[in-house]
């Protein structure tokens, strides 16, 4: 009678953590958001975030959902204010964005960090494909961004 039990609650959990692992970005949306503490207008307003800022959410309660940004800060945000265009947040010094996905192709443009781009394509082999917003596009290595 415990061994079917145990067979049972290994594989809800091994499905569990592989649901958990499963991560969800989205970014805020035409405008900035206030962020608040709690799943209410009633809550402590922690920031204003910019708009197209990446989030990771990790629940959604409602009409709010709970989101983590790139500084590991967690905090809430109406869902309505969060859209699920991919944007990234450049997460180095100075992140070089390549013509194809290899360091040995010539650099397009360097961002700084913070920067926000536009991601074009979903990573692939350790790149991604971003644009900035003055139009210019290449490949960032995945490391150098946040929000992927």
Known sequence: M???LFIAA???GSTLAHHACALDFKS???APAIMYDAPS???RRVYVAPRGMPVEVVVTYGEWSK????AGTLSWIQSKAITPKRMLVVSAANARIFTAADEGSPVVFTADKNVLLDMI???NNGWVKVR???GQSGFAKVGDVWGD
């Open 132 to 134: 900035h917003r003055d």
């Open 10 to 12: 290994t594989v809800l």
């Open 2 to 4: 415990k061994l079917p």
């Open 41 to 43: 207008e009633k809550g």
């Open 28 to 30: 805020v949306g035409g």
């Open 67 to 70: 989101v983590r940004d790139a």
């Open 121 to 123: 394509e979903s990573p």
